[in-house]
């Protein structure tokens, strides 16, 4: 048996003395682990010299502790309000049940003496360890801190968050500020708010004032639902506490402000959060919208393009060059739909850059620029700029103006591909909007070789949704055609249940119109056609509008008629 240095502790000093380990591998990881801020069990996993089954199996025979597997057990059966969640993070323990006045923890490294005093101490209770693997730890940890509404780090602020930028004229208001925004009890009801609206899956949080009471709202699956009155004593204390985190001028509350902060959930996920105050008669409102870079990541399959519509996309993605354009009103998820075009492309040998008011996600592998017009930084600025940086990929915004579009068709035309939004209504009508804004119709057939149109409509919950009897006149008239209605499909309906907290529905789905630009649509723009012409042309080429691809969902049972009704109501 191997003798192991004093130098090594706990584990490492068993798995050496009992030939698992070298002595110099064992050293090597623990000066890691002083230099990582992570566990001796986590770089050991990391550096592959055991698997977490084979530590917790190696914990349980030397030490003589139970293995227990975590991932059998229900979290909702776990008593964890009997730790506190500060401790089950820093100290790596999750209680797993309690019998009289033992408590009985799940623990990866048994030599954590230190963990076990402090459960102890804090519980009063005599603690028993039983060995659970490294990694089902720290999914359990995560699952039980997330469903109580904490955070991992106790919800708090990277300290760079925390500056306050104001001048020395300001200083006298800001230190009066001061004093109320570090108020414990409204700094946790703001975690508390934003930790529920990012475990309800909204997508913005409204702070609203008025003259009788305060209320605070989520938009969740695109609908406002109020969730809270807070006091009305307490408004100005919240206000100024989100400027403080988001880099706002507490000071200034005549004029509206934009900032960001960001909220760390674990090692691997935080989100940001995009701020706008906004002085109102009764104080100032405050809408965050939550960015969530995960939304980015979902891939193209998550996001509703029917396998034909999908193919036609990334066909045009792939091209070496040309404009692929995303139209819809605003929250109808173009920006989603861009980055995750973008993410597809994001490759170590492909250049990729893009101007956005502001970057709402950060992409890494991904130049993103925010304009700033006052400083004079505008779209047309930032495409300038872009073509002398030797792009592949260029992404902008919207176009919104005429250089803006002449400068990304050029763009376009030189051997870029190029990637925007516009505000239309639908495919067809983008075409006639750039002419409206005065390109040339040349310009626009030679560049534009895609253009798709997108809402979202709201998805039926799984778990209640029902059955519906629709008579097929009402069917016919929403646009379905008598060869629809052969009875091989069942149209569903809401009803609501604890899951969707009573709505009927949860999640969204996006419904598509991808138009590819045909030989015959760039005859119909050279004519300078409108977008009737090239509706009537899409429909002879098969491709779907708006509300045929909704009717589709129905018949896939995704949402209900009239959830599609609504959104393509042109």
Partial sequence: MAQAPTTLSGLARALVQQGRLQEADAEAIQSQVQSSNSSF?????????????????FASQTFGYPLFDLSQLDSAYIPSNVIDHKLMTSRRVVPLFKRGNKLFI????????????????????????????????????????????????????????????????????????????????????????????INGGASDIHFEP????????????????????????????????????????????????????????????AIDFRVSSLPTLFGEKICMRILDPSSATLG????????????????????????????????????????????????????????EDPAEINLPGINQVNVNDKAGLTFAAALKSFLRQDPDIIMVGEIRDLETADISIKAAQTGHMVFSTLHTNDAPATLSRMLNMGIAPFNIASS?????????????????????????????????????????????????????KGTGYKGRVGIYQVMPI???????????????DIADQAQREGIRDLRQSGLLKVKQGLTSLTEVEAVTNE
């Fill in 41 to 57: 069990i986590q770089q050991l996993i990391q550096s592959k010299k055991m698997t977490a089954a084979q530590v917790a199996e």
């Fill in 300 to 355: 193209i399959d998550a996001l509703g393009y029917e396998p034909d519509q999908r193919e036609a996309l990334l066909n045009a993605i792939h091209r070496p060059y040309g404009m692929v354009l995303v139209t819809g009103p605003t929250g109808s998820g173009k920006t989603v739909s861009l980055y995750t075009c973008l993410n597809i492309l994001n490759e170590p040998g492909i250049n990729i850059s893009t101007a």
């Fill in 210 to 269: 008025y003259e009788k009471f305060y209320r605070v709202r989520y938009r969740i699956d695109g609908v406002l639902r109020e969730v809270a009155q807070p006091p009305l004593a307490i408004k100005e204390k919240i206000a100024s506490r989100i400027k403080v985190i988001s880099k706002l001028d507490i000071s200034e509350k005549r004029i509206p402000q934009d900032g960001r902060m960001k909220l760390v959930l674990s090692k691997n996920r």
């Fill in 106 to 197: 799940g623990i990866s490294d048994p030599t954590n003496l230190q963990a076990l005093d402090d459960v102890k101490f804090q519980t009063g209770l005599a603690s028993d360890p039983i060995i659970v693997e490294d990694n089902k730890l720290t999914t359990m940890i995560e699952k039980l801190v997330e469903a109580s509404g904490a955070n991992l780090k106790d919800i708090t602020i990277d300290q760079d968050e925390l500056e306050i930028s104001g001048g020395e004229e300001q200083a006298p208001e800001s230190e009066s500020v001061m004093a109320e925004v570090d108020d414990a009890p409204v700094v946790k009801y703001i975690q508390k708010i934003l930790m529920d609206a």
């Fill in 518 to 532: 045909s030989e015959e649509m760039q005859r119909i723009i050279m004519k300078q056609g409108n977008s009737i």
């Fill in 448 to 500: 534009v070789i895609l253009i798709t149109g997108q809402r979202l409509a709201r998805r039926l919950c799984s778990s209640c949704k029902k059955p519906i009897d629709i008579p097929n006149d009402a069917l016919l008239r929403a646009g379905f055609k008598e060869e629809d209605l052969d009875g091989t499909w069942q149209p569903y309906g809401p009803v609501g249940c604890d899951i969707c």
